[in-house]
């Protein structure tokens, strides 16, 4: 039996492990377009803030996939797959024949529609090469932009703060982190940015760079001109679907997986960013492009690859992020929809500071928002991911030291997971 897995991100990995655990005479390779093994991915802004070092990111040594026993092709790209001969293309010509595949390709910058995008120092934050290129050439940055308030972008903007540089950020939307929280919470992230001293300009958008070989200004769609030297995209991403077969293998914005993270192709299965799978919040299919999901898919994967049975129970998205002195945390469903099943529960308390928001499905939990009091999220998320019914008067659960252990503890709980109402997806 011959694996091949696309990807050497953390799905990739972890699948790849599984499968030597659980097979151990089963032939694996590896393709992946980076040139290093696994390193940690969400840490590459550390590096740019200076708060890590290049050498704490690798998660494997450089002969990981040696000692594994699996053929290493890094720093080749796949370009096609051919589910019906079972063979993957490379950018350089070869071939690659598989039994099983595991499309582990991550998700791609969303890329964005401005003139002069070919110079010099604008770039996405997404892989360790694009953050050492953006360290280079810091000694010669003097103001940088960065465009999006979506967590990346608000990555960046933080770690080039850090950096001592002014740095400015452009969002369409109102407020930073629109997907992850609501005008309330986006409001106090906005006052908190700017009182540190970042730029933050809502409403617009870059529409032209211009520069000698490097970006040295920045046309903004008010009509105005911004000086930047650096530039940062960071306007979400997209599941790197590219090399996938439509014909054979159905795909929404994500790669569409059954519970055991197989595609609509047998054998070929998917993980990671790239897979769209169950949300246990919202039941329905979506993609959660997050660390701990692809560790998880990359097991299932791996396994169900080597021939067990394991159920992927589905994924839940949330975010803990510290901005300065506010602590943020959000799982869920935190903007419902305008809709009678929905109940929304939040308190605002101006003089300490604080928010916090449930958002309810009938008896069930299935979303919060906690901005500055953040210490009751696990139980949290265990609630929503447990569909513990919450019975009860419900503004009692705003009260100060209101315990959510106990209901934890005494509610009934499902057992069975729903299958997904309908085929819908957003990142
Ligand atoms: C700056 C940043 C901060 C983040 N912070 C957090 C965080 O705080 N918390 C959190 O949960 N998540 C965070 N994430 C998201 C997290 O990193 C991803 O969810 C995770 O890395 C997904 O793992 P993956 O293996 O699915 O994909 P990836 O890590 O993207 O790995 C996929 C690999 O496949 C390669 N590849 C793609 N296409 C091809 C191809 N055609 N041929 C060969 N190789 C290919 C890619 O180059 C990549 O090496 C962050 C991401 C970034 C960029």
């Known amino acids: 039996m011959h694996h091949v897995i696309l990807g050497t991100g953390v799905a990739g990995t972890l699948a790849a492990e599984t499968i030597r655990r659980l097979a151990p005479d089963h032939r694996i390779t590896m393709i992946g377009d980076e040139p290093s093994p696994l390193y940690c991915r969400p840490m590459i802004s550390l590096l740019l803030e200076g708060a890590a070092r290049p050498s704490d990111l690798p998660l494997r040594p450089p002969d990981g ?11 080749q790209r796949a370009t096609a797959i051919d589910a019906h001969r079972r063979q993957v293309h490379l950018a350089d010509g070869q071939t690659v024949a598989f039994d099983r595949l595991l499309i582990a390709t991550g998700a791609d910058p969303r890329s964005i529609n401005a003139e002069g995008l070919d110079l010099e120092q604008i770039s996405p934050m997404r892989t360790v090469g694009q953050v050492e290129a953006m360290l280079a050439a810091l000694p010669r940055v003097r103001r940088a932009l960065v465009l999006g308030g979506g967590l990346v972008g608000f990555k960046a903007a933080y770690s080039l703060l850090r950096r001592g540089l002014p740095v400015t950020m452009l969002i369409a939307s109102d407020y930073p ?16 940015l700017r009182r540190h001293g970042l730029e933050v300009r809502v409403g617009v958008e ?63 299965y998917a993980a990671g960013d790239v897979a769209e799978s169950v949300d246990l919040a919202r039941d329905t299919r979506w993609v959660n492009a997050l660390w701990p ?19 992927y129970p589905g ?3 949330r975010n803990v992020i510290r901005i300065f002195g506010l602590d943020l945390m959000t799982a869920g469903l935190v903007t419902p929809p305008a809709a009678p099943e929905f109940d929304i529960l939040s308190g605002l308390d101006r003089r300490l500071g604080t928010y916090r928001k449930l958002v309810f499905r009938g008896e069930r939990l299935v979303g919060f928002t906690l901005v ?24 009692r659960l705003l009260a100060p030291g209101f315990n959510f252990a106990a209901l934890l503890t005494r509610g009934r709980q499902a057992h069975t997971l729903p299958r997904p109402a309908a085929a819908r997806a957003t990142a």
């Open 65 to 75: 996939l040696t000692r594994l026993g699996a053929r290493a092709l890094l720093g």
């Open 177 to 192: 982190l629109a997907l992850q929280v609501d005008a309330t919470a986006g409001a106090m992230i906005l006052e908190e």
């Open 206 to 268: 870059a529409r032209a760079f211009e520069g000698r070989k490097a970006v040295e200004r920045a046309r903004i769609s008010d009509g105005s001109t911004l000086a930047c030297d650096l530039v940062v995209v960071g306007k979400g991403v997209r599941p790197a679907r590219a090399p996938v077969p439509r014909e054979a293998v159905a795909v929404d914005l994500g790669i569409l997986v059954d519970e055991h993270l197989e595609t609509t192709c047998p054998g070929i």
């Open 293 to 311: 999901e692809a560790v998880e898919q990359g097991r299932v994967a791996g396994a169900n690859m080597a021939g067990r049975r394991v159920t």
């Open 315 to 317: 994924s839940l998205s």
């Open 372 to 395: 500055n009091a953040v210490e009751q999220g696990g139980v949290l998320t265990a609630l929503i991911r447990s569909r513990t019914p919450v019975e009860g008067p419900r503004a």
